[in-house]
């Protein structure tokens, strides 16, 4: 349905790949896996008023979209190929509307998906609630994914980039006061965040377990805790944190969005300790650095120990998909 439409996408797609026999336009995509790579898959659906405000631009959503599943790939190591879209909108309002939606979405996923290289192969498109959802398809040799479970006690736990900016642009937004650059920088880390697939490519056969941070480190974390079969202890004073962040949250506030604030995207992995110093400096040299948070413990969960030495209580473990 809607021809034009795809058409639309299609062309502000584009996207030249050898390993794509059949691209968008038929019933399915045919599609080449390179000889002696397993295929890393993943998908993430985005619905308006849960994942993101009703008033969102549309080509900050087309980048998210596919952000988020990017992102994905990242934890796993995996190199960026393919993506498949799914986009229901909704079926209310003239049809220039929907079309000036779809060409500004596409734009703001092709931002993304060309210096990624990565080609839209296919879809579906139908009317309903606005709901968009990504599944992407990358590369990774036999057995090199990084996985959550492999975390041992005395590996060093590291998160890249900045922690909780997302989450505090998602309420500068609700509170309605987005004023100046540090304002708009936070804004902007929710909108459009950067999956950090070089560093992904890096930690392969370096770390020892590793995911993406989307609802929290705290609750995150406690994922790779869980899968590997160990605790960890998290030093707040060490979690890193933007100069905006800093400046415009006290001091608590901006602990408890980096600790438990969600659309980070950043990841977050274990690394025997011997590794952490080369690890870092790499991460360093790709430009979004990696910072020590804390160590892998004997035992279960995450603990968190505050600046004055005491332990933490979670105030929130992450985002419920299912609370009231
Ligand atoms: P079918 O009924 O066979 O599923 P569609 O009309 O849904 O065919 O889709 C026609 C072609 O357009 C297919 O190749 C499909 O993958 C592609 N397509 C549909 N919607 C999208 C979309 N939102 N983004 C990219 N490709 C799409
Ligand atoms: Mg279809």
Redesign the pocket.
């Known amino acids: 349905?809607e021809?034009r439409?795809?058409d639309r996408?299609?062309e502000r797609t584009a996207q030249g790949r050898d390993d794509v026999r059949l691209g968008?336009?038929?019933?399915?995509?045919l599609l080449a896996v390179p000889e002696g790579q397993e295929l890393a898959v993943a998908i993430d659906t985005m619905v308006e008023g849960v994942h993101f405000p009703r008033d969102t631009a549309p080509a900050d959503l087309g980048w998210k979209a596919l952000a988020v599943n990017l992102s994905d790939l990242a934890a796993m190591g995996a190199t960026p190929a393919w993506a498949?879209?799914?986009?229901t909108l909704p079926r209310s309002g003239a049809a220039e509307a929907r079309q000036r939606f779809v060409d500004a979405f596409a734009e703001g996923f092709a931002q993304l998906a060309q210096p990624h290289r990565l080609a839209?192969?296919?879809?579906?498109?139908t009317g309903g609630p606005l709901t968009i959802s990504v599944a992407v398809h990358g590369f990774v040799p036999p057995g090199k994914a990084l996985r959550r479970a492999g975390a041992k006690p005395g590996d060093v736990v590291m998160v890249t980039g900045t922690l909780g900016d997302a989450a505090a642009g998602l309420h500068l937004l609700q509170r309605g006061g987005v004023d100046g650059a540090q304002a708009a920088y936070l804004v902007e880390r929710l909108h459009r965040p950067t999956p950090r697939i070089a560093a992904g490519l890096a930690l392969r056969e370096r770390a020892s377990a590793c995911l993406d941070v989307s609802d929290g480190l705290a609750a995150d974390l406690g994922h790779i805790c869980a899968s590997s079969g160990v605790g960890a202890e998290i030093e707040s004073a060490l979690l890193p944190r933007s100069p905006a962040l800093l400046d415009l949250f006290d001091d608590a506030s901006a602990r408890d969005f980096a600790l438990s604030g969600g659309d980070d995207y950043e990841l977050c992995f274990t690394v025997p300790a011997a590794r952490a110093a080369e690890v870092q400096a790499d991460l360093a040299r790709l430009g979004c650095g990696a910072t020590r948070i804390g160590r892998i413990v004997e035992g279960e969960g995450v603990q968190v120990r505050a600046e004055d030495g005491t332990w933490l209580e979670p105030a929130h473990q992450g985002w419920d998909h299912f609370a009231a």
């Open positions: 349905m021809f439409l795809i996408i299609r968008i336009g038929d019933d399915a995509a498949l879209l799914a986009l839209l192969v296919g879809g579906d498109t």
